[in-house]
């Protein structure tokens, strides 16, 4: 009695937090803090919405980026690097590849954030309503303060966003035959550090799916993988193999279309395919274990009332027989049904999510795709 009070009580009070929106990443609140200034500065009362917060926020970044470079004085150094090099690719596509590479970084780690917060909503509305033990909920508690964990969170971001920035002016002066500049330096980081916070969110992310398979959820008792939450588990996760998708794809198609080498295109197809296959292997085999956790409830209970009815050994009586057959049925048909959340349309996205970026290798580099279909033997 007293662990379904503490399981009750432990659901409710996640239920509560959810809702009253306790739990906020980093990138929650920073967004605030921002809007708050826009609309201070604009004298606005209501919260502007997040693709305009988006917007706002890469267009200061870019004039950040550019003010720095223009007062360095690297942009007539970079030019002559550029134009020196050998590598088929002008100035000005380079400089809207640095600013598509910038804008892209701020662009996805809201809409990550975003996703995180969708997953909020369905754990809040179906998953914890499931859950029957107070240590999944405790794993999901755990999960949620980690995400929410700013401090860890800002490490992250200004660690990694550092890394992120010199690693990107070091393969940038290679390819421009010399030291890019302070300028385009100190303008990477800003982006670096959105980067290394979109980075923080996707492995947080991924710790949910390897967490998943220790969840004891309520499900279909018959067939537990025909459960509506299985269902939807798999298709929100399926959602963060997509977005890994597109966003390689838009970084591989930016990449070859301005002239940067093929092989470094193909190796970006190569490098993203990696997470997404990772990624989907992850997913399902959580879902399998949740699964046949449930399944194997529902037959260790079905072999303890057949060992119920056969401990009384009567079994000359019609009705203990008809009893034990019909549970032996039942007990055959639920040992058979699936042990995954695997069907048509999830190969078929899994797939989709694989293409991408190798679609995006191609649109970039058609002129090479072409003389290469061209060829006669």
């Known amino acids: 009695m007293s662990t379904d009070t503490a399981l009750i009580e432990k659901r409710e009070e996640l239920k509560r937090r959810l809702e009253a ?49 223009y007062v360095s004085g690297d942009l007539t150094a970079t030019r002559t690097y550029i134009e020196l090099s050998t590598l088929g690719y002008g100035f000005v596509a380079f400089f809207l590849w640095a600013l598509s590479i910038g804008v892209l970084a701020i662009a996805t780690t809201v809409i990550l954030n975003h996703y995180v917060h969708r997953l909020f909503k369905i754990w809040q ?116 193999i997509y977005f890994v998708g597109i966003y390689a794809a838009v970084l591989t198609f930016t990449t070859a279309f301005i002239g940067f080498l093929p092989s470094f295109a193909i190796l970006l197809v190569l490098f993203y395919w990696l997470p997404i296959i990772a990624m989907f292997l992850l997913n399902q085999t959580s879902l399998s274990s949740v699964i046949r956790r449930a399944k194997w409830k529902t037959l260790n209970e079905i072999q303890a009332k057949v060992e119920k009815l056969q401990a009384v050994e009567n079994f000359e009586d019609k009705e203990t027989m008809e009893a ?4 032996m049925d039942y007990h055959d048909r639920v040992k058979a049904t699936r042990n995954s959340a695997l069907d048509f349309g999830t190969y078929l996205n899994f797939i989709n999510s694989l293409l991408l970026p190798l679609l995006a290798f191609i649109l970039g580099n058609l002129d090479l795709v072409s003389k290469l279909f061209s060829r006669t033997p």
């Open 324 to 327: 034990i057959n019909r549970l």
């Open 21 to 69: 929106g306790e739990y906020k990443t980093l990138v929650d609140i920073f967004l605030e803090w921002f809007d708050r200034l826009i609309r201070k500065i604009t004298r606005q009362s209501k919260p502007l919405p997040s693709w305009l917060i988006t917007t706002i926020l890469s267009m200061v970044f870019i004039l950040i980026g550019f003010a720095a470079v």
């Open 125 to 240: 509305a179906d998953v914890l309503d499931a859950t029957e033990s107070v240590t999944s909920l405790e794993e999901i508690e755990n999960w949620l303060k980690t995400t929410c964990n700013h401090r860890l969170h800002l490490y992250v971001t200004i660690i990694g966003g550092l890394l992120i920035a010199l690693y990107l002016t070091v393969i940038s002066s290679s390819w421009a035959g010399g030291f890019i500049g302070y300028g385009w330096t100190f303008g990477s980081i800003l982006p670096s550090m959105f980067t290394a916070a979109l980075l923080y969110l996707f492995l947080v992310l991924i710790f949910l799916s390897a967490k998943l398979r220790r969840y004891d959820l309520k499900l279909f008792a018959a067939d537990p993988s025909s459960s509506e939450l299985v269902s939807r588990l798999s298709s929100e996760l399926s959602l963060l």
